[in-house]
């Protein structure tokens, strides 16, 4: 089946420990995405791949990284800068441009 | 700034009512507008609105956009418990291929 794919489902962080989420699509799409939700905020882009090799600030880029090396990945690193990191993290791909996106079940990560 | 604005953000109503979602944006190079449901993880798409005044309608769910006044609303009828969800609207900028989410309508089905 294909799909996309988040691990873990739940990630427990000490503060000041960079994290890495995955994110694996087997959809052959071209772009991928990384959306934070926090409870009233709704989704916030955090950064976002049309192609490989090439990545894009979203609107809340500060204290996160990206990567996309292969067509099928794209995990985020949540790194100490990040001030408020705790949130539902959501990944989405999409096939051509204008298409709906499609989304992983989301990564749950808590930082104490 | 880009910008989407859901409203109301929060809705309670009994099985069998109607209820109707606002969703307003301010966007430079609009594409088009897609409508999601949460339920408890992943959004699953609802639809996609390109054109203005072309009602798209899957079951007791149906959508309009209005280009010129910037809006776009979700209605739907004979609400269930099953509708109990987060209703999100997204709008897709042709310029830089972002997508953006307004906050979400979070809607109570009462039995």
């Known amino acids: 089946d294909g799909g996309i794919t988040q691990s873990p489902k739940y990630l427990f962080r000490k503060e000041g420990q960079n994290v890495t989420l995955s994110c694996e699509q087997n959809?052959?799409?071209?772009?991928m995405y990384w959306y934070r939700q926090d409870p009233g905020q709704g989704l916030r882009l955090i950064y976002y791949?049309?192609?490989?090799?090439?990545?894009q600030k979203g609107d809340i880029a500060e204290g996160y990284s990206v990567s996309r090396e292969k067509k099928e990945s794209f995990p985020l690193t949540v790194t100490s800068a990040q001030k408020n990191p705790t949130a539902f993290y959501l990944c989405?791909?999409?096939?051509?441009?204008?298409?709906?996106?499609?989304f992983g079940n989301g990564t749950r990560l808590t930082v104490t | 700034e880009d910008k989407v604005v859901q409203s109301p953000l929060s809705l309670v109503v009994h099985e069998g009512d109607t209820v109707t979602l606002n969703c307003s944006y301010e966007?430079?190079?609009?594409?088009?507008l897609l409508w999601y449901k949460q339920e408890k993880k992943a959004p699953t798409f609802l639809f996609m609105l390109?054109?203005?005044?072309i009602e798209k309608k899957s079951g007791r769910l149906s959508s309009i956009l209005d280009k010129k006044e910037l809006f776009s609303i979700l209605n739907i009828t004979a609400t269930q418990t099953g509708d109990s969800a987060v209703y999100l609207c997204?709008?897709?900028?042709?310029?830089?291929?972002?997508?953006?989410f307004g906050k979400g309508t979070r809607l109570h089905i009462l039995p």
């Open positions: 989405a791909s999409r096939d051509r441009k204008g298409s709906p996106l499609h």
């Open positions: 791949s049309q192609i490989v090799n090439d990545f």
């Open positions: 959809l052959n799409h071209d772009a």
């Open positions: 966007v430079t190079n609009f594409r088009s």
């Open positions: 390109t054109s203005s005044g």
């Open positions: 997204a709008v897709y900028m042709n310029r830089d291929d972002k997508i953006i």
